[in-house]
């Protein structure tokens, strides 16, 4: 069974940063691309940002180029997104997930997905 753990969620000021852990167990992520989504109350779950298998290419919505950044550590098989200048438009439930296919380039949307966290809540005040 593929487990995927999200933590780092929390309540911050605008402005203010947090960094988001994933870790897996159940699948070595060596070979997958990884993406982080978000589902903000009252609205369907969107991408965020995703990252090959090798960490050589990244990609992220529009909303959060320059203020997000994710990367991985396969040797610690875990994924990190650290969220700098966040907004209250940022609040919502974080989600990690996997690719399906391996050597991936990253997911860009929900349908890429083949296994889902549990989701860590991010609250952004103003």
């Known amino acids: 069974q593929v487990q995927l753990v999200e933590s780092g969620g929390g309540l911050v000021q605008a402005g203010g940063s947090l960094r988001l852990s994933c870790a897996a167990s159940g699948r070595a992520l060596i070979r997958y691309g990884m993406g982080w989504f978000r589902q903000a109350p009252g609205k369907e779950r969107e991408f965020v940002a995703g990252i090959s298998w090798n960490g050589d290419t990244t990609k992220y919505v529009d909303f959060v180029k320059g203020r997000f950044t994710i990367s991985r550590d396969n040797a610690k098989n875990t994924v990190y997104l650290q969220m700098n200048s966040l907004k209250p438009e940022d609040t919502g439930v974080y989600y990690c997930?996997?690719?399906?296919?391996?050597?991936?380039?990253?997911?860009?949307?929900?349908?890429?997905?083949?296994?889902w966290g549990q989701g860590t809540q991010v609250t952004v005040s103003s």
């Open positions: 997930a996997t690719e399906g296919s391996r050597y991936g380039l990253g997911p860009r949307a929900v349908s890429d997905i083949d296994y």
